[in-house]
């Protein structure tokens, strides 16, 4: 397959671009492979490319039960950064954002990776301090971290209030620089070109519709495309990971369902150049390269498998933007969806070998899937090929609840809703 | 969303708090069984259709409700008080993953 | 006369003249047109500028699916982007911008864009910009070089940086049946629903409803359609259960039949009336909803088929009915269907000529045929159009033969002089509201159409939006969801109005594309073409899902509703397979555009509640500087004029030190715990024993959480027998309480216990320092304040001043101090009572910093450690911790993980360079201001202790337990503050406790 450049786009152009081939086969499914990964989101994607690239295992098929990257890699906000307070959390996202700086060049596809920074705004002294201890703590993980002034925020982001007299006014803020926000859908394509020219068939619309066990072993899967064998079947199906776990026995897992909406206005002239998050409430924006305003704030928070939001969630998401830029009581809604999201009891991950043997489960993200992909198909398919995981998701196992070993990032305890 | 209160009548979604599986029974508060308390504390069912959960109606009564909702369609099935509800006894048995 | 004004027809009121201007240059036109109405009747043509390649573009639509003619209304400093100009109704004073165009809209420099678009086509983004691998431009910086460019570039119009100063406002709504949309089927279901007796309210978008009566031209009961449609509103409008909302955009089917609707309140004037919002938002909720939303009318996809004056056949019919505006002189038409036929013989009538009429049909019909001769010019059946003539507008078209089977074009292409061309591509149902509430589209192969999906709520449509096109249908459909709505059955379908209109086969023939050289649009906003359509194909996007994003298809403001089915076809045909099996997307809400100001509501300007102590006007006029605590507004100092934030507080603990200050304590969380069976609750929430705590006295107690980690901490007071009064921490109070309601209501039903939140109801003062007991002693009446009437945590009644007072010898700040509780409404006067009696004491009120530094110097935890990750023997409260009961997170909180050595413990932090510590700092064993790392932990809280002359601090420390006595260095990078400490214990002031016993 050929490489993508500025040279294949002209070339291409003097042949009316007639010649472009598929971005990935759409291949056969065969009766057994090495390892089966299932659900073709972010996730499962790169964990088939990292497989093949880092450890030559390239006799794999990504499962996926609708079109590629249906699921919540094609719903987020597509923002990417590695602000987090606790270590193990700093350490696993600076991995991700590492290979994220790198990553339109590895994949030779263009995931438009643009680090114009994340913004926590604070708006009480407590708050900032809050955010000090966050910044501290990267900081001391080797992560940019900078606290910007009401001043200095004021010049950034044009149209937001930084009045004193604001229900909130703003103090103060969280900066970092090297985030930022890439195209969510090109980051799952990229993967499944990335892995496709290594080798890896990626079979769509193959639904999983039970395991295939030798004792408690799973040895491979039946889908709505036929009976499917493996040495190791992985399962990364975040958001549904309850319902895929309950077809191997597993009937309980420390996970609920919950919905996110997403929002998109209209497109505007771009103004907000960086990743903006309210301190008072729950609000997120960026302004996409087209000139959406993509944002979003808490879950409707309950458990629900249902991909739409209900409306109170949307009343106060919008209540929020215009707490921050009152001059965009003007500007349009255009879009919302809504995204499921596995949503673990302390907020953080699960990258494992097991629960059954046979299987190795990634799972658990909340709503921070997005931006960990790299670094959770790297750490996964680590895991899958060598069977015990890399010292940067040794934490995020599944019995540490058990052994209180948990990663709380925001200490809310086993109420997953609030996280 | 509509919830309907056996005080209050039908009610906005926004009037409620969601506090989570109702399939769960807190151990005998003297049980040093690991497990057991595992289970209960961090361990839930999520099915994908009918689902037995415990809402609360905070912005009214404050009764807590158990409720049966579907978490596909969102449908409200059923209604009554937590409290009369003589709550489900959870198998502690159940297969969980963090066992496994 | 405007040159295109129609000399008579149209509903808008001729004499009466609107004045506005766009682009600055002045227009007028009549009430009740529209901005685009208005513009074409001057014989404007170029309305805008399209999203990738700048192409000029006019109007296609004259409603809300109109993809190109957006415009940005400016009212002072305030801007409103992206508005169609097909649904702005003009008023005097309107001023209207174009957008997306620099210099301006006749010459645009972004057009250059079309030089490039063979490279520019779907999906070159991801195939370049990589950059170079090493070198100055490696990672993302060549991207980022060349996306500063491309942000430039991109976006339609600017939103506004001044605050909107208008109001908007939300209404709840409550009806048996919403009717959406008042065309002929929609009046008539509100008409039904209502004689039934049910309660209606019928939404329309437009701001006349009627819908396509408005412009159908045909008669029903003997009167116009428009004259039928305004005699049944006023006669609806009359009916006591019947409300309507023109203006009335119904965006959102929510679960529980509840919708959401937009009102464009004032939107039409130049100023809102007095009272009136500008936008309202509508949650509507109700029994059942009659879906009458109508069709939207497809366009077909030719090369040049995005020059300014093609426009869509049904458009150009309400132009000429509704608005008397002609689009053009010279008028081709070209279809795939009837109702065009209909579109010509109106335009002829008001005065235009039809120039040919292209029906890519060989076997047209016989009433076709005679319409076709009637109106003139050329008929050429089994025809297309292969391309447009002209510049920035349409000076005439190119057409040539075609199979309409397999779309086959032969002979010669001929030109044929017009001004305009008008399309029509066949009629899609408008199910977006339904596929909210609904399974998936059927997809109607006579129609080539998706036909609304069986619900999932409860709704039933009628009209054009079930494919039933012809007006007599409309009105039979109509009557029959508004009785069945309604729940009735008894309706007198006989009595229904008679519909005079041509008979038309609303069957188009399955062309969508006509295959010519040269750029055929599908989305007109994004400039997706039917090449990168199947450029998508090529290269495996073929699922529609992948369709929309690889190519943007159907992504723009008016979300496909133009465009969604044709790209569907042309994706159908390139696989070889029917339409339906290469899917359609899901709508989702808006189904249009909604503002974000009307969602914000009543709390646009206002997002959350401001809660204020009893005390509060007297902390403002006292000289207090305040601090958001959550919600609350709590007194930060009492500064004097020149005094530092730290003077203040200095200066404030050292009065309460060295002898008597007053501080508000009111926003504590307090919580009545009543009922025989309170005190073996409290034994069970908390990890210390209350059911022995003796009746007028209090007690510190702790509570965890279900997984072994600590939730909150206060003291709780026993004021009877059954009757306990606990208080929380100001953060945590709502948590609280809802943790207790909890386990009362679901885990321990049995418990006779009732909970009330009675925060609000007491006011709070906290009087501490040595001449506290002093200051009582002065005020208070009806008992004594003495150390055997009052000892430590213990708790009397008095008055202060004739108040009533409930006082309890408990201190957080270390000092011999006391909590005065009065009922609110008494609270400034028992505040005032006590700075008065405390004057000869020289009593200071004092402020959250003065209290936080008494309790870092006692070494109190509070929010900052109380984190939600930290254990009480983290927090050295193993004392705390029944042996003799299980609690709520008894079981939990001996986990390896809760109870390891090198958790992060609570010390104290003593500044060896004498210069300020900061919370959030961290704390490390080896300095490295170049590269920080190794962190041990970090400060919850810092301050200068004047009782200790030293910049002081607490801390959550690595085995911070064995590290007492030890240096450290704090490593601030942030704020770049490194040096030296000491790790001490963190009780630094007055560690027996003696002068609080005292």
């Known amino acids: 397959m050929a490489e993508y450049s500025a040279f294949a786009l002209l070339k291409n152009a003097l042949t009316g671009n007639q010649d472009w081939k598929p971005a990935w086969r759409k291949p056969e499914p065969k009766p057994a492979y090495d390892v089966i990964i299932i659900g073709g989101g972010g996730h499962g994607l790169s964990t088939a490319y990292y497989l093949a690239k880092e450890f030559g295992i390239t006799n794999v098929a990504v499962l996926e039960k609708g079109y590629l990257g249906s699921g919540n890699v094609g719903r987020n906000t597509t923002a990417v950064r590695s602000n987090y307070l606790l270590p193990e959390n700093v350490r696993f996202y600076e991995h991700s954002m590492k290979l994220w700086e790198n990553l339109s060049h590895e994949l030779n596809y263009n995931v438009m990776f643009s680090q114009r920074g994340c913004l926590n705004l604070a708006h009480t002294p407590g708050q900032l301090d809050d955010y000090a201890r966050r910044g501290n703590a990267m900081r001391h993980e080797g992560v940019d971290a900078e606290l910007m002034t009401p001043a200095q925020i004021a010049k950034l982001v044009p149209g937001l209030d930084v009045s004193a007299s604001a229900r909130f006014p703003i103090i103060g803020g969280l900066m970092q620089r090297r985030a930022g926000t890439a195209r969510h859908d090109a980051v799952a394509w990229g993967y499944a070109r990335g892995a496709d020219r290594r080798g890896v068939d990626i079979l769509e619309n193959c639904e999983v519709t039970g395991f295939i066990k030798d004792g408690d072993r799973v040895v491979g899967v039946n889908t709505t495309r036929g009976e499917i064998r493996a040495g190791k079947v992985a399962v990364a199906v975040a958001g549904h990971t309850g319902h895929v776990m309950r077809m191997a026995g597993i009937d309980t897992m420390p996970i609920e369902s919950h919905v996110l909406q997403a929002f998109v206005s209209e497109s505007l002239k771009p103004f907000l150049h960086t990743v903006l998050t309210f301190g008072m409430g729950h609000f997120y924006a960026s302004q996409s390269d087209k000139g959406g305003l993509v944002y979003g704030g808490d879950l409707d928070g309950y458990n629900s498998y249902a991909q739409r939001g209900n409306l109170p969630i949307v009343e106060e998401v919008m209540s929020e933007m215009l707490a921050l830029f009152p001059s965009l009581a003007r500007v349009r809604v255009l879009r919302s969806w809504g995204g499921v999201c596995d949503m673990s009891m302390d907020g953080s991950p699960i990258i494992t070998t097991g629960p059954l043997p046979g299987m190795y489960l990634n799972c658990g993200w909340c709503y921070g899937g997005f931006k960990a992909t790299p670094a959770s198909g790297w750490c996964f398919a680590h895991t899958i090929a060598r069977d015990e995981p890399h010292e940067f998701n040794a934490p995020f196992t599944l019995d540490r609840f058990q052994r209180g070993t948990i990663i709380d990032d925001k200490g809310q305890g086993s109420t997953p809703r609030l996280h | ?100 | 006369m405007s040159p295109r004004r129609a000399i008579s027809g149209g509903r808008i009121d001729r004499l009466r003249t609107i004045r506005f201007t766009f682009d600055g240059r002045p227009f007028t036109g009549h009430a009740g047109d529209t901005l685009a109405s208005a513009l074409l009747a001057n014989g404007v043509t170029l309305f805008a500028r399209s999203f990738k390649y700048h192409r000029p573009r006019g109007v296609l639509t004259a409603g809300i699916d109109e993809p190109n003619a957006l415009v940005t209304v400016l009212s002072g400093a305030v801007r409103e982007p992206n508005i169609p100009a097909t649904m702005l109704e003009i008023y005097d004073g309107l001023n209207v911008a174009s957008q997306n165009r620099f210099p301006s809209l006749a010459y645009d420099v972004g057009a250059l864009n079309q030089l490039g678009s063979k490279v520019l086509g779907a999906g070159f983004y991801y195939k370049t910009f990589m950059g170079p691998v090493i070198g100055p431009l490696k990672g993302t910086r060549f991207w980022m070089f060349c996306e500063w460019f491309i942000r430039r570039a991109a976006g339609l119009g600017s939103a506004g940086l001044e605050k909107d100063p208008s109001r908007y406002e939300r209404m709840n709504a409550f009806c048996d049946v919403l009717v959406v949309g008042s065309g002929p089927a929609g009046l008539i279901a509100a008409k039904a629903a209502s004689d039934s007796g049910a309660r209606v309210m019928l939404a329309e978008l437009d701001a006349t409803p009627g819908g396509s009566a408005n412009w159908s031209g045909e008669t029903i009961d003997g009167l116009p359609a428009a004259e039928w449609a305004a005699e049944t509103l006023r006669d609806l409008k009359a009916r006591e259960n019947v409300r309507v909302l023109p203006r009335t955009t119904v965006w959102g089917y929510y679960d529980g039949n509840t919708l959401s609707a937009v009102e464009r309140v004032a939107d039409h004037r130049n100023t809102p009336a007095k009272g009136e919002p500008r936008h309202r938002h509508w949650t509507i909720r109700t029994q059942s909803v009659v879906l009458a939303t109508g069709a939207f009318e497809r366009p077909l996809v030719f090369p040049g088929n995005d020059r300014p004056g093609v426009m869509l056949a049904g458009a150009a019919l309400r132009y000429v009915n509704q608005y008397g505006v002609l689009p053009g002189q010279k008028i081709a038409i070209f279809t795939n269907n009837d109702s065009a036929y209909h579109t010509a013989e109106a335009l002829k009538k008001a005065g235009a000529e039809i120039v040919a009429m292209v029906d890519v049909r060989d076997d047209t019909s016989v009433a076709g045929r005679e319409i076709a001769r009637e109106v003139g010019g050329e008929y050429l059946a089994g025809h297309a159009v292969v391309a447009t003539e002209g510049g920035a507008q349409v000076s005439g078209i190119k057409v040539q033969r075609i199979n309409a089977a397999t779309g086959a074009l032969s002979g010669d292409p001929r030109s044929i002089h017009a001004d305009c061309l008008l399309v029509s591509g066949g009629w899609s149902p408008t199910i977006h509201l339904a596929s909210q509430a609904g399974l998936k589209p059927e997809w109607d192969n006579d129609l080539q159409a998706f036909l609304p999906p069986k619900p999932t709520q409860n709704w039933v449509g009628a009209g054009a939006f079930n494919g039933s096109f012809s007006t007599e249908k409309a009105i039979s459909e109509g009557h029959a969801a508004g009785l069945t709505a309604a729940g009735a059955t008894d309706g007198k379908a006989d009595e229904l109005p008679s519909v005079d209109a041509d008979a038309f086969d609303p069957n188009p023939a399955p062309v969508f594309e006509i295959k010519a050289k040269g750029k055929a649009f599908v989305d007109l906003q994004h400039d997706v073409t039917a090449d990168d359509v199947r450029l998508a194909h090529r290269e495996g996007f073929v699922s529609v899902e992948h369709l929309k994003r690889y190519t943007t298809l159907g992504m723009a403001t008016d979300q496909g509703k133009t465009s969604n089915i044709p790209g569907l076809a042309i994706m159908a045909e390139t696989l070889g397979k029917p339409i339906p099996d290469v899917g359609t997307t899901r709508f989702r809400a808006p189904f249009a555009p909604v503002s974000v100001g009307s969602l914000a509501g009543e709390r646009y300007g206002d997002i959350r509640p401001e809660r204020l102590t009893p005390m509060y006007d007297w902390h403002v006029e006292n000289g207090a500087e305040f601090y958001a605590a959550g919600l609350w507004h709590r007194p930060m100092i009492y500064g004097l004029s020149g005094e530092s934030v730290e003077q203040a507080y200095v200066r404030e603990t050292k009065a309460v030190r060295g002898g008597v200050g007053l501080v508000d304590v009111s926003t504590l969380g307090k919580i009545a715990v009543q009922g025989p069976d309170a005190g073996a609750f409290l034994d069970r929430v908390y990890t210390n024993m209350f059911s022995t705590l003796a009746i007028g006295k209090a007690r510190y107690g702790l509570m965890l959480r279900e997984d072994g980690f600590v939730l909150d901490d206060g003291t709780t007071w026993r004021l009877g027998e059954h009757d306990f009064l606990m208080t929380t921490t100001t953060a945590n109070a709502g948590k609280v309480m809802q943790h207790l309601e909890y386990l009362l209501d679901v885990v321990w039903p049995e418990l006779k216990v009732q909970l009330t939140s009675v925060t609000d109801q007491w006011a709070g003062a906290a009087i501490s320092g040595p001449k506290s007991r002093d200051v009582l002693a002065a005020c208070v009446t009806g008992t004594k304040v003495d150390n055997d009437a009052l000892p430590f945590m213990g708790i009397v009644y008095g008055e202060i001043d004739g108040a009533p007072v409930m006082i309890c010898r408990l201190s957080f700040s270390g000092e011999l101090a006391y909590e005065v509780y009065s009922g609110a409404g008494h609270g400034t006067h028992v505040w005032q009572a006590l700075i008065k009696a405390g004057e000869p004491f020289a009593i200071v009120p004092y402020g959250l910093e003065a209290l936080g530094t008494m309790r870092i110097e006692k070494g109190h935890v509070t929010g900052a450690e109380i984190d939600g990750r930290t254990t009480a023997r983290d927090l050295h409260l193993d004392w705390m911790l029944s042996k003799k009961k299980p609690f709520i997170g008894s079981a939990m909180m001996d986990r390896e993980g809760l109870v390891a050595e090198d958790r992060l413990q609570l010390v104290g932090i003593v500044s060896l360079d004498n210069r300020p510590l900061n919370g959030g700092a961290h704390i490390v064993e080896e300095l490295d201001e170049a590269n920080p790392h190794g962190s041990l932990g970090h400060l919850t809280a810092a301050c200068y202790s004047p009782s200790l002359g030293k910049y002081i601090g607490l801390a959550l420390v690595k085995g911070g337990k064995a590290r007492q006595g030890t240096r450290a260095f704090i490593s601030d990078p942030l704020r770049k503050r490194f040096g030296p400490v000491e790790i001490v214990s963190h009780h630094f002031f007055d560690p027996e406790g003696s002068r609080m016993h005292g």
């Open chain 2, 1 to 100: 969303m509509l919830i309907t209160c056996p005080y209050c009548g039908p009610r906005d979604v926004s009037e409620y708090t969601y506090q989570g599986d109702g399939n769960r029974t807190r151990p005998d508060p003297a049980s040093t069984d690991q497990e057991v308390w595992n289970a209960y504390v961090y361990d839930r069912l999520n099915p994908a259709g009918e689902h037995h959960e415990i809402w609360q109606h905070s912005g009214g009564c404050r009764a807590h409700l158990a409720v049966t909702r579907n978490t596909l369609t969102h449908v409200v099935s059923s209604v009554s008080f937590a409290r009369d509800a003589g709550h489900k006894k959870s198998d502690s048995r159940r297969k969980t993953g963090a066992k496994a």
